[in-house]
């Protein structure tokens, strides 16, 4: 029998994680719900997705506008096997005692800290630990991004110490108008920023400091790693590190992909849904190995990347796959993720 899936919060991360729910075969949206009276809710009816309100007033104010509401929150949850909480940051660990009281399994995301579940969420470095629990957290996107590269090179025995810079999207581009810099780069107050210690909640084991800074631009994040490596190695070794691991794709300065907006462009090209990509994209040919240090950059799309993760988090709550990698693969199957994004270049004939 399919898993009982409800979302709550139909924002940037809620509507992808709707959607990847009906791709996969093994899950059925049971309906999604908000707070929103405009054209966001309206956009899932016409999808075709069942809309319950979060809340009286929501029921109330969908109404008015005319918006198809099936019922409240609490009904939804009587319906579902899971709940997935993507509301703003803060609104979902207040929303664990109606989830308890449900006796729902649940997932919520990187906005809350890792004390409301006890447990952080990355498929390929933990999913084990989350089989069967009620709750888990799918750490934000720069933290998925952390444990997907450095936890591939610590995998291979290859990672000592991780030093990194982080420039983050000033907003999301849905949201731009109500907010957002211009024209400077805001670093941030403190280091390390969080992200470093928000990824040993998933890896204790990492030597990892962050440093970042938000700029003036909507689209993805882009991080430069400073990486000493246990040994010296060839960038072979550090390559085929990150070709072990799942959901780390490779892109090329040399294929014109020289910034990030072009990699944004790519994605709408090979005909990613919203133009999302929900892998790391490390730049191959950026990648540079001396001795025993490695340095590489790499983008991160943040409202797509936590999806495949949060898909696999329902699985292993729900204990559907009782192992990472199947689920990983399924998941990856499904959406269609990919390790190279442009087809094998045709060797030149002399
Ligand atoms: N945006 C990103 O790039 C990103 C990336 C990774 C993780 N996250 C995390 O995902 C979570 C959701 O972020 P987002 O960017 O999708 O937020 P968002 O603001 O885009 O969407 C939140 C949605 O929740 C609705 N909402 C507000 N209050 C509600 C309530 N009380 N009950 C039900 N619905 C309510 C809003 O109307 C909106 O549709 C946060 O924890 C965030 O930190 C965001």
């Not at 006890?118 to 069967?132: C, K, L, M, R, W």
């Not at 990983?328 to 993720?337: E, F, K, N």
Request: aromatic share 4%.
């Amino acid at each position: 029998m399919n898993t009982k899936v409800a979302v709550n919060g139909y924002g940037v991360i809620g509507k992808r994680v709707a959607d990847a729910v009906r791709a996969m075969p093994d899950m059925d949206l049971v309906g999604v719900a908000d707070v929103a009276t405009d054209w966001r809710v309206r956009t899932a009816v016409g999808l075709g997705i069942t809309v319950f309100a979060a809340n009286d007033d929501a029921a109330a104010g969908m109404t008015r506008a005319g918006i198809p509401v099936s019922g409240t929150l609490a009904e939804l949850l009587a319906e579902v096997d899971v709940v997935v909480d993507t509301t703003p940051k803060k609104v979902a660990a207040a929303n664990l005692p109606l989830y308890r009281s449900a006796g729902v399994k649940v997932v919520l995301q990187g906005g809350e800290s890792h004390a409301t579940t006890g447990h952080s969420f990355v498929a390929q470095a933990n999913y084990a630990t989350a089989v069967g629990r009620d709750t888990t957290r799918v750490v934000s996107c720069n933290t998925t991004s952390i444990v997907r590269v450095l936890g591939a090179l610590q995998d291979a025995g290859l990672l000592a110490r991780a030093r990194g810079v982080l420039i983050r999207r000033a907003t999301d581009p849905g949201e731009a108008h109500q907010g957002g810099i211009m024209n400077t780069m805001v670093p941030e107050a403190a280091i390390p920023s969080h992200q470093g210690p928000d990824a040993r909640t998933v890896r204790p084991d990492l030597d990892v400091v962050t440093i970042a800074a938000k700029a003036a631009h909507t689209q993805t994040h882009s991080h430069f790693w400073t990486l000493q490596l246990t040994r010296p190695a060839s960038r072979e070794e550090v390559l085929a590190a990150l070709r072990a691991a799942p959901r780390i794709a490779f892109v090329r300065m040399a294929d014109g992909l020289t910034a990030l907006n072009t990699t944004v462009e790519l994605m709408r090209d090979v005909g990613r849904p919203r133009g999302d990509m929900w892998e790391v994209a490390v730049w191959e040919d950026v990648l540079t190995v001396e001795g025993d240090e490695a340095y590489l950059t790499y983008q991160v799309y943040n409202e797509a990347i936590v999806v495949p993760e949060t898909i696999d988090a329902i699985r292993a709550l729900t204990g559907t796959a009782t192992d990472g990698a199947t689920s990983i693969a399924l998941t990856d199957h499904v959406l269609g993720m990919r390790r190279e994004f442009l087809p094998a270049a045709v060797p030149v004939r002399d």
